[in-house]
């Protein structure tokens, strides 16, 4: 369904909190799993203006895009910052088995939900087995 190509993404994390926030592009942390015929991806994007929000789908890699920008006005004086800005993005490889014409994507509470079809051919289906005659002659 989802391949993870990303051993090093807590390396990365871990050196950006040792060494401060650089200006590098953030990793948006995320949860996956399949109920039913679909395949949900949830991303923590708190704060994120909706309308920042990039997603576009390239043969079977859905790209994910978004930027949080500074809550301080320019020119503030300021105190604390411990919020990351800047963007953050996230690259997810589909299987075949996805059917990638029909995502479905919504935002809430800082949460963004892909909701990814499986494929028709890709479902399970029942397969009907039918007997033949054995009854029949064979003609010789």
Do not use: C, W
Not at 27 to 48: E, K, L, Q, S, W
Not at 88 to 95: A, D, E, K, T
Request: charged letters at 30%.
């Amino acid at each position: 369904m989802l391949m993870r190509t990303d051993p090093f993404a807590e390396f990365d994390r871990l050196t950006r909190q040792a060494f401060g926030q650089a200006t590098r592009t953030s990793v948006m942390p995320m949860d996956a799993y399949r109920a039913g015929d679909d395949f949900i991806v949830h991303f923590d994007i708190p704060g994120i203006d909706p309308e920042s929000i990039e997603l576009d789908v390239e043969r079977n890699v859905l790209n994910v895009r978004a930027e949080r920008r500074a809550p301080a006005p320019e020119g503030a004086d300021l105190v604390v910052a411990e919020r990351p800005t800047g963007h953050f993005s996230r690259q997810l490889f589909l299987g075949d088995t996805l059917d990638t014409e029909r995502i479905d994507a919504t935002y809430d509470a800082g949460v963004l939900t892909l909701r990814i079809p499986v494929a028709e051919a890709a479902k399970p289906r029942r397969i009907q087995i039918t007997g033949g005659d054995s009854r029949k002659q064979i003609a010789g």
